[in-house]
């Protein structure tokens, strides 16, 4: 006899129904599990049976067979036992066909027949529901997740004993939960960066253009300390992006099941030594969403960018540019989106203190031409905004801050965010005549390569909608060319 | 084939057969090649050769050191005439030291003074920079070399030095790299070729020291720059003004050195910086003021004031080093 439960498989960020085949019938004792199974899933097999017996219900002594249709979709992790041990038992017949009819079952079980959360709930509560489920049975802890889905019947069920009494009806099904708020990522105020004036206004500029930064400064400066800070500043995610957030958080296995829909943008901050597939995304057997995606909306910050190795910082280049990354493999490209707003810091020279009034620089002149030569190129091409920040007094770091808080500069990034939509909407001249001379002048005499005029001339854009300007004029593209300036290290004036 | 080459590189009043001769015999570091390429580097270089006590070679020169200087010296340019001051420091300046090396150079090339400095990053090119028509670099290398890189490729430092009316001068083969003891040979014909010398920065091991320890061998008058007493970059100056050296205090003691003063500056353009930015620039002069400084004593908004910097850097009113902002010119 063969039973079928529905559960499924996540490639990429791409849910895929998946339909569990379950047979059992005459031959050698023995389980076999194909479909393309990962190690995880095949041992499947072993769980499921321990929790069957641990359930008190009976493991058939026969030959069995379990297909996870359509065969040639690679299926991965242990997000498939749930839906097996029902499988089987539905092939003995303690569940009848009518029980399994409609119902999508995902989750991993523990020895004991409990029921676990698995990656991916998310994306895959979104495939049960448009391809109306009946109900869709997860763990306890990933119910809220799957709840954030309208419009599903999201069981909750503790254990396998549970899922078959809820199945044959001697138990009514639970809800799932609203889910507690606690521990959220709660973003620390801008007031908390002293003095920094101009770090602070090019943070603004970046959260109210989506614009790239670069942190250049010594060691404990608080280049860390605003990149914190900047997610602050920035508007909360619409329902639509928060819930790709979520999924894409949800696949990779980084997102609490049990939290509700965060409307924060996400940060990350991953360290120097992270590798290029942690990095983009990728890895072996099914590709997973790395870094940049999990930043997708959000803020990624590379701190010591220069430690990074060249060929890391190469691959950010698309991805910078058309916002996703695309990992293709033998079977299958895989696309995620990756539209992340960059922080990068670097020591402005090897030792750290060009420019720092309390520690002389040790360095030789030609290894800081040299190190600084590592930050052109393409990379810098694309980052807008490139901030020399120096160690702050420390006078400044006594008393109260009468600096503005956070609260206060994201009223201001709000009223430009929305007043450089409006004026998307409507299109036409950006900038005055005056202002556009005025910036191939300043090009020209301040020797800026040729690629500074489009970013100078977005920065001056996102300014002049800061202030409310509705044509960029010659005063915004000034200081636009200041956040954009490399400063003059060694030598002639 | 060789000898037309070799005419061509010659200097007037130097004999090419000779001049061949001498380049042949030089213990030759240079790191193998024949004295031809050495010419044809020197050609593509358009360099003229002198032989010591020629025409085309420095009289002072050959009076002053009493081994008589160089056995030839390289020369791509022109030989500014009349008096010569040597501005020299540390490669490692700071937006003082560049400040003070600068306005000493403005005001000698205005006053006729050749400025002679050794074509290195920092004090030097500062030096050179303010005083382009009127400057000679004296490489610590030969002149096919390329160093240091930013001075040497086309369009910079020593490209403009030449185009304006200067020279770049070296004692030796076109493809002698700077090691130290070609650097050292350097200093010296630094000092030797100056009426004056003077060390804007440097630390305790600055080779502006050597060069100072040389003129005063040579009989040339050494001065020095007073600095911050916390700031590394004094340590050269005050060891040598504790030394005996005069101190240089304003250009007016420097071109007394070699007997003659400043001209009249003209009057100076009306600021484009808002006025209490502008008072905090002029009031800090030598040094420069840090960007967040600024921002908070001059009480304008960041905005504004950003786009007040770049506006003057724009008309070339102030400059930004790693250390700050200042004035280019000194304020009246």
Redesign the interface.
């Known amino acids: 006899m063969v039973a079928f439960v529905r559960t499924a498989a996540v490639v990429g960020l791409e849910p895929w129904p998946v339909t569990l085949e379950c047979w059992v019938g005459q031959g050698l004792p023995g389980t076999r599990l194909v479909g393309l199974p990962d190690a995880a899933v095949k041992e499947s097999a072993d769980r499921a049976k321990a929790a069957i017996k641990s359930t008190g219900l009976e493991w058939p002594g026969q030959r069995i067979i379990g297909n996870l249709a359509p065969a040639e979709v690679p299926k991965a992790g242990a997000g498939f036992d749930l839906a097996f041990a029902l499988g089987v038992l539905g092939a003995t017949g303690v569940l009848k066909p009518e029980h399994l009819r409609g119902v999508w079952a995902l989750g991993e079980l523990g020895l004991d027949g409990s029921v676990r959360p698995t990656p991916g709930t998310l994306p895959i509560a979104a495939l049960a529901r448009s391809r109306s489920a009946r109900c869709l049975l997860v763990a306890d802890a990933a119910a809220v997740e799957a709840s954030l889905i309208n419009q599903l019947d999201v069981v909750p069920v503790a254990d396998l004993r549970e899922t078959v009494a809820v199945l044959t009806g001697a138990a009514p099904g639970r809800t799932a939960g609203r889910g507690e708020p606690a521990a959220r990522n709660v973003v620390p105020d801008l007031a908390d960066v002293r003095g920094q004036p101009l770090a602070r206004r090019a943070i603004e500029i970046a959260a109210a253009g989506d614009h790239h930064v670069l942190l250049a400064g010594p060691p404990g400066c608080g280049k860390s300390m605003l990149a914190r800070r900047l997610p602050g500043l920035l508007p909360d995610l619409g329902v639509e992006q928060a819930m790709e957030v979520a999924a894409i958080h949800s696949v990779a296995g980084v997102r609490d099941p049990s939290a509700p829909l965060d409307l924060v943008p996400p940060y990350r901050a991953p360290h120097h030594t992270v590798s290029i597939a942690g990095l983009v995304g990728g890895g072996s057997g099914i590709a997973r969403p790395g870094e940049i995606s999990l930043a997708h909306e959000g803020i990624l910050f590379l701190d010591e960018l220069l430690e990074m190795p060249r060929r890391n910082l190469d691959v950010l280049r698309e991805p910078l540019e058309t916002g996703e990354v695309r990992i293709t493999r033998a079977r299958a490209s895989v696309r995620f989106p990756a539209r992340f707003r960059l922080v990068a810091a670097t020591n402005p020279c090897p030792c750290g203190h060009l420019g720092d009034s309390r520690t002389p620089c040790r360095c030789r002149p030609d290894r800081i031409e040299r190190y600084r030569e590592r930050l052109s190129g393409p990379l810098l091409d694309r980052i807008d905004l490139q901030v020399t920040m120096h160690p702050v007094v420390a006078a400044d770091l006594l008393g109260e801050s009468c600096e503005e808080s956070t609260a206060t500069v994201r009223e201001r990034v709000a009223a430009g965010r929305a007043r450089r939509a409006a004026r998307r909407a409507v299109g036409g001249r950006v900038a005055t005549s005056t202002a556009l001379e005025r910036l191939a002048r300043a090009i020209d005499a301040l020797a800026l390569s040729s690629r500074s005029f489009d970013a100078c001339l977005r920065v001056a854009r996102t300014i002049a909608d800061l202030e409310g300007a509705a044509l960029v004029g010659p005063d915004h593209v000034d200081e636009a060319i200041a956040h954009r300036m490399p400063v003059n290290l060694v030598g002639a004036a | 084939m060789s000898g037309l080459l070799w005419r061509a590189v010659t200097a007037p009043g130097t004999d090419p057969e000779r001049l061949r001769q001498v380049v042949a015999d030089a213990s030759d570091d240079a790191g193998g090649g024949t004295p031809d390429d050495a010419a044809a580097a020197w050609q593509e270089q358009g360099v003229l050769v002198a032989l010591r006590g020629d025409a085309g070679y420095p009289r002072g020169l050959v009076e002053r050191d009493a081994a008589g200087g160089p056995e030839f010296l390289a020369v791509r340019g022109s030989w500014p005439a009349g008096p010569a001051v040597a501005i020299v420091g540390a490669?490692?300046?700071s937006g003082y030291g560049?400040?003070v090396a600068?306005w000493l150079a403005e005001a000698a090339a205005k006053a006729g003074v050749t400025v002679i400095s050794g074509g290195a990053?920092?004090i030097d090119?500062?030096a050179?920079?303010?005083a382009l028509g009127h400057t000679i670099a004296v490489l610590g290398c030969g002149h096919g070399v390329g160093y240091?890189?930013?001075h040497a490729r086309p369009g910079g430092?020593f490209d403009q030095l030449v185009a304006t009316g200067g020279a770049v001068v070296s004692s030796y083969g076109p493809s002698t790299p700077p090691r130290p003891h070609v650097v050292r040979a350097r200093n010296r014909l630094v000092a030797g070729l100056a009426d004056a010398l003077v060390v804007v920065e440097g630390g305790a091991r600055s080779g502006s020291l050597v060069t100072a320890g040389h003129a005063a061998d040579l009989g040339v008058p050494v001065l020095a720059v007073p600095g911050d007493v916390r700031?590394?970059g004094s340590t050269a100056p005050h060891l040598l003004l504790a030394e005996g050296a005069a101190p240089c205090r304003e250009p007016a003691d420097l071109l007394a050195a070699v007997g003659t003063s400043p001209v009249a500056v003209a009057a100076q353009v009306a600021t484009t910086l808002p006025p209490s930015v502008h008072e905090q620039l002029a009031g800090a002069w030598p040094r420069p003021v840090?960007?967040?400084e600024l921002?908070?004593r001059s009480g304008v908004n960041?905005?504004?004031l950003?786009?007040?910097?770049?506006?003057a850097?724009?008309?070339g009113e102030v400059?930004?080093?790693?250390?700050g902002i200042r004035l280019?010119a000194a304020p009246a």
């Not at chain 2, 950003?306 to 506006?311: P, S, V």
């Not at chain 2, 400059?319 to 250390?323: L, P, R, S």
């Open positions: 490669r490692r300046a560049v400040a600068a990053v920092g090119a500062a050179h920079q303010a240091p890189r930013p430092l700031q590394p840090r960007l967040d921002a908070r960041t905005g504004q950003l786009a007040a910097i770049t506006a850097r724009v008309n400059v930004e080093g790693h250390d280019r």
